[in-house]
């Protein structure tokens, strides 16, 4: 880390700040304890080429084994944490700052600013459409933290859900299966994950074509 500044901030190529971002974030942090390590916002999905915003995204959930609510665009943090915690994990093709997130969560806390902040932009080459780097980045974050996530099972389950359909989109059905019995093993009153495991049998394509039809009757 070559700053030398008391507090970090990220901002990737297609994101964009609003103007008062870090002037909101400052003051926040400024007026807490050293225990509160960073401020997050909530931020604005844009789809790229038409500039239409699909979603606004508020975070309400300070508790990281439910899933990853800080956008790395949209974080302010003490650059105390990353003195202590260590810097982002470079082996990992994705999910390296949830890993970040989780070890700073261990020695702070986060504060949330629910107002949207950050522009984020989402493209066809987006790191969230590349399967083959998601689903490495995941199965890395769970062996790294499983301790971390067992504590909250049913959102563990959720996160083997998600795994389960990355390999089925990427044409991997068996490792797909494999995290579809993770996840009815950590939550068996979930009929999504019995539903998910039941279309992988059809096949990589028919699970990816239904699945997308699913989500377009949803959107409509």
Not at 47 to 72: C, D, Q, W, Y
Not at 137 to 164: A, M, N
Not at 204 to 220: D, G, I, M, V
Request: aromatic share 12%; net charge positive; charged share 30%.
């Amino acid at each position: 880390m070559n700053s030398n500044c008391e507090y970090i901030a990220f901002l990737d190529d297609d994101d964009e700040w609003l103007p008062e971002k870090l002037k909101t974030q400052t003051c926040l942090l400024d007026n807490s304890p050293p225990e509160v390590g960073g401020v997050c916002t909530g931020c604005f999905i844009i789809e790229k080429v038409s500039g239409r915003v699909l979603a606004i995204n508020n975070p309400e959930l300070n508790n990281l084994s439910k899933g990853n609510f800080i956008t790395t665009s949209s974080i302010l943090l003490r650059r105390e944490c990353f003195k202590k915690c260590g810097l982002f994990d470079d082996s990992m093709p994705a999910n390296s700052d949830y890993d970040m997130w989780i070890r700073i969560s261990k020695d702070f806390s986060f504060k949330i600013i629910k107002n949207a902040l950050v522009n984020y932009y989402i493209h066809e080459n987006s790191l969230t459409l590349d399967y083959e780097k998601k689903t490495i980045g995941i199965e890395i974050l769970f062996e790294k933290h499983d301790d971390f996530f067992k504590k909250c099972r049913k959102e563990y389950s959720k996160q083997y859900l998600d795994l389960g359909v990355a390999y089925c989109y990427k044409g991997e059905v068996k490792k797909g299966r494999k995290a579809f019995s993770k996840s009815i093993g950590m939550n068996p009153f979930e009929m999504r994950n019995y539903f998910n495991f039941i279309l992988s049998l059809l096949g990589a394509e028919r699970f990816k074509k239904l699945k997308e039809a699913k989500e377009k009757a949803f959107l409509q």
